[in-house]
C-alpha cells in the first residue's frame, strides 16, 4: 500500500519539487500552503508522514507540531531556512522526527523520509506486564489500560523502560540507544522526553510516578508496581 506525505509548504516552487521527488519514489502526496487543515487530515488517518515548514504564513510550524502531538505521533519532518543549532535541538524536543535545512536536495528528503517510515515499521513484538502493555505492531503503549499518546522519542524510551523494568538506562545510553543520530541530542532533551512521559503517566495514576530517577545516574521503570 503507498504511503502518504502530507506536505505543508508555502513556497510552491519547494513543494512542486518535493511532490516530484516523492511520487517518483511511489508515494502519494498532500500538498497544504497553511496549517488550519492539518488536524483535519492527520486525524483522518489518510496522512503516513508530514513534512512540515517551519516559516508558515498563519502558524509557527514549531506551534503546530507542538498540537499535532497532542493527538498523533504520526512522523513528522521539519524544513526551516534555518540552522542554528538550538533550533534543532528544540525542533526534536517537541516531537519531529527529523530536521532539514533550506536549500536541500529533494533526493535527500526523499531518503529521509523513508528511513523515518522504516523505523515507525511494525516490529512483531509485544510486551505485558501488571500496568503496562507494549504492542510494537501497532506502536502503542497502554498503560492501567489507557492508552498513551506518545511521539516517537517517548514510545521508544518507554518501550525500553517497559521491556526492561528495573534496568538503569543513563542519558548517554539513551541517546545511543533511541536516537539515530544522538550527537544531535542532549541530557536536556532526554530530561524533556522523561518528563513528558511522567506526565502523561500521571493523568493516568496521578498518586504513582512508575519511573525512578536515580541521581547522577539516569532513569528506570520501578520493578514493584
Known sequence: MKKTVLIV???SSIAENIQYALETEGFDTIWRVEGREVEILVRSGQVDLVVLDIGLPDINGMELCKQIRAYSSVPVI???ARSDEIDR???LEIGADDYLVKPFSPRELSARVKAVLRR???SHSSVKSNRFALDEDRYRITYCDRVLELPRY???ILSL???NPGRVYTRELLMDLVWDQPEMS???AVDAHIKNIRAKLKQVTPDLDPIKTHRGLGYSLREDI
Open 9 to 11: 509548504e508555502d513556497e
Open 78 to 80: 521539519f524544513l526551516t
Open 89 to 91: 535541538v528544540v525542533g
Open 120 to 122: 515507525y515499521a511494525p
Open 154 to 156: 517517548e514510545f521508544k
Open 161 to 163: 523502560f517497559v521491556k
Open 186 to 188: 542532549t541530557d536536556r
